[in-house]
């Protein structure tokens, strides 16, 4: 509660009471509300489960990880985008087409010696 009187103003508190009216029949919070969020967090599992249900192997994760880094050699050396840009030098991008006869074939070699691991998934 906020008391103004002329141009200063106070601030007095109720730490005894509530100045909502006061019900006299009971407020049932107890089982019906938890019986609610129950229901909730079943629902919401079986939601998470069902959608995170696709299940990738590891080995799989791992080539399609290298094949995006071999690709970006090949992007960032061949496109020109990132020069113009301004985010990496011409001198760079030279580099990066050099380095891209390297490290495209050694992701090759990555992705088929990758063994291919039936059993062991995310989820």
Same mark, same amino acid.
């Given at each position: 509660m906020v008391v103004v009187a002329g141009r200063s103003f106070g601030v007095i508190f109720c730490f005894g009471? +509530? +100045?909502?009216?006061a019900t006299k029949t009971p407020r049932k919070f107890g089982t019906t509300t938890l019986a609610k969020r129950d229901e909730v967090q079943e629902n919401s599992k079986s939601e998470k489960r069902s959608f995170f249900s696709l299940k990738i192997s590891k080995s799989f994760l791992a080539r399609t990880a290298i094949g995006v880094f071999g690709l970006g050699f090949i992007d960032a050396g061949y496109s020109g985008d990132w020069s113009r840009t301004g985010v990496i030098t011409t001198q760079n991008e030279e580099l990066l087409r050099l380095a891209a006869f390297l490290v495209v074939p050694l992701c090759i070699f990555l992705i088929v010696s990758l063994p291919v691991d039936s059993d062991s998934y995310t989820s």
């Open positions: 009471g +509530s +100045s909502l009216p």
